[in-house]
């Protein structure tokens, strides 16, 4: 980039920024690390608020909690065109009573937060079964004697009545079942027998592949204490190391019945609802119906997509679906919401059919079903000009339900009386309309330098024999483990997409995958998946031949290049 160019870039940078820049305020904002807890352990309130912020009011607290452990650290977040520093309180909160409590407004300065709500649970009848001594470890799943596919959750404990200064708590994986974390460490205390203990807890998700028993190494921590420093610096001996273990734990993983409903979703619980539900329909005109699905038991990804049956006289235009996942009772909760909007075509009455998903409740080892009740409406007659569904361009306006109630458009010839008000309200734009003039020449501006730039990158690559990395031309390969994280928690179009970006050269569609790929397994795994997403084939049986057929990566077709094809990178970019 020749030095020109780059101070032009520079200043047209400076410019974008006194343009965008604005100073970032808002008010204080408080979060709990849990919601949900048992009598005896504590939570923490975080509450984010300005620099200069003084400390919250904690006293409305004082009536249903026990205050400890005071702190506060200032910090600084940026983004795109906003920054800000912040200041973050956190206090210790101890439950007198079980319930659900609400923790109040509270004032910050002269601002305050939003109320917040904690269940607590009573306190556990028994202790647990390892506590002993000051450190010892809780290794529990939610369920001994879960069913192929059903997602368990497992939770560590490492409890301490003595200071840890440095220590790793490790769980090993099992054979024969995806394993993996979720999530950031929890830590507390809880009362025991009269004793406090400081617990550190972390939560994985395990999901068996195979029915039969499935053993789970245990857990261990290695690590030192506080006299240990000591010892270590004066020359003591080995006082201090600290280190607990608890034995390997064995499920009994049952096959999947033969009632069971397909798709097999193996769940605690599943709860259907609509979110919203239009009070009219009119020719012509979207409306938004939203539908959302609890699962408790289950990721995202293992949840199939919600879809609406045909309605006779509507077309249906379903949006991307919004999943929420948490860890609730020891186990995932997925919460998937999605909208979709409704295009009448005609007036008069329409209905739609009760929503229903199948799905096996792993407590009471039956088959259940999750409906909706059916809805009708009656289509009011469209305005002027909507007799026929909008064009698609038009969809995403109408399904915000946004309705200017402006006049048509006034035709020639027509009536000018009030334009002198109209001219007026122009006029008071004006510095709108010049802001607006200023930046489109500034991204115009920007354009063309980057295309300078890009071009000048790529007549240096070419005369290198190559592409720089940072080029448009570049290729960007997939992180490692995206492959396995795709195929363990993504969905469909993720794996896809890994896949088709390991290809060289990348491709986009899954018909090119299955003309690339050399392993007859993984492409009747691609296969099976596609039938998964379209049709009524098994997704959680697909997923499984997924991960097996790409346990050691896609196997692809040796390429020829074609006769006469350029070893260097062509100067403008292909369309």
Not at 149 to 177: C, H, K, M, N, Y
């Amino acid at each position: 980039m020749t030095p020109t160019t780059r101070t032009c870039m520079c200043w047209a940078a400076w410019l974008m920024l006194m343009l965008f820049a604005t100073p970032a305020s808002a008010a204080p904002r408080a979060w709990l690390d849990r919601d949900r807890i048992v009598l005896g352990e504590t939570v923490t309130l975080n509450i984010e608020a300005g620099l200069l912020s003084s400390a919250p009011d904690y006293s409305p607290l004082e009536g249903d909690f026990r205050l400890s452990g005071h702190s506060s650290q200032r910090g600084f977040s940026g983004g795109t065109g906003q920054s800000a520093s912040y200041t973050l309180f956190a206090v210790a909160l101890r439950p007198l009573r079980d319930g659900v409590l609400t923790i109040p407004a509270l004032a910050v300065g002269n601002e305050r937060t939003a109320p917040l709500t904690l269940v607590v649970g009573p306190a556990p009848d028994e202790s647990p079964a390892q506590a002993r001594g000051d450190l010892f470890i809780e290794s529990v799943p939610d369920d001994t004697r879960p069913y192929v596919q059903q997602s368990v959750g497992w939770v560590v404990r490492l409890f301490s009545a003595v200071p840890i200064v440095s220590g790793t708590l490790d769980q090993p994986a099992p054979e024969g079942a995806s394993f993996q974390r979720v999530g950031d460490d929890a830590q507390y205390s809880r009362t025991i027998n009269g004793r406090q203990y400081q617990v550190v807890e972390r939560r994985f998700m395990l999901v068996p592949e195979r029915s039969g028993s499935l053993q789970v190494p245990g857990a261990s921590f290695e690590g030192r204490g506080t006299s240990g420093l000591f010892d270590d610096m004066f020359g003591g001996g080995r006082g201090g190391r600290l280190s607990a273990q608890v034995g390997p734990r064995t499920l009994h993983v049952q096959p999947v019945p033969d009632q069971a409903p397909q798709p097999w979703l193996p769940l605690h619980d599943l709860k259907l609802r609509y979110r919203a539900n239009p009070a009219e329909l009119r020719q012509g005109l979207a409306a938004t119906l939203t539908i959302e699905a609890i699962a408790d038991g289950a990721t995202g990804a293992q949840m199939p997509d919600l879809e609406l049956p045909p309605i006779d006289g509507v077309q249906v235009f379903p949006e991307r679906a919004q999943v929420d996942e948490r860890f609730v009772d020891g186990r995932p909760r997925a919460t998937v919401t999605r909208s979709f909007s409704l295009v009448p075509g005609r007036p008069g009455a329409v209905s739609l059919s009760g929503v229903r998903m199948g799905w096996w409740d792993v407590k009471a080892g039956q088959a259940r079903e999750a409906r909706l009740p059916p809805l009708e409406w009656t289509v009011q007659p469209g305005a002027a000009g909507l007799d026929t569904p909008p064009a698609p361009a038009q969809l995403p306006s109408l399904a915000r339900g946004r309705d200017t109630g402006g006049p048509p458009d006034e035709a020639p010839g027509a009536s000018t009386e009030g334009a002198p008000l109209a001219a007026l309200g122009m006029h008071g734009d004006r510095a709108a309309w010049v802001a607006s003039t200023v930046l489109f020449a500034v991204l115009w501006l920007l354009t063309l330098l980057l295309a300078l730039h890009w071009r000048h990158q790529r007549t240096l690559a070419a005369a290198g024999g190559g592409t720089p990395a940072g080029a448009p031309g570049a290729r960007s390969r997939p992180a490692p483990g995206a492959l396995r994280k795709a195929l363990d928690t993504g969905s469909f179009e993720d794996v896809v997409q890994v896949l088709g970006a390991m290809a060289d050269p990348p491709v986009r569609s899954v018909d090119a995958l299955l003309a690339r790929l050399a392993s007859p397994d993984q492409r009747q795994a691609l296969e099976a998946m596609q039938q998964a997403r379209w049709a009524d084939g098994d997704g959680p049986s697909a997923r499984a031949m997924l991960r097996e057929a790409f346990a050691d990566g896609p196997r692809w077709t040796p390429r020829e290049r074609p006769a006469g094809e350029s070893l260097l990178p062509p100067l403008y970019p292909r369309r």
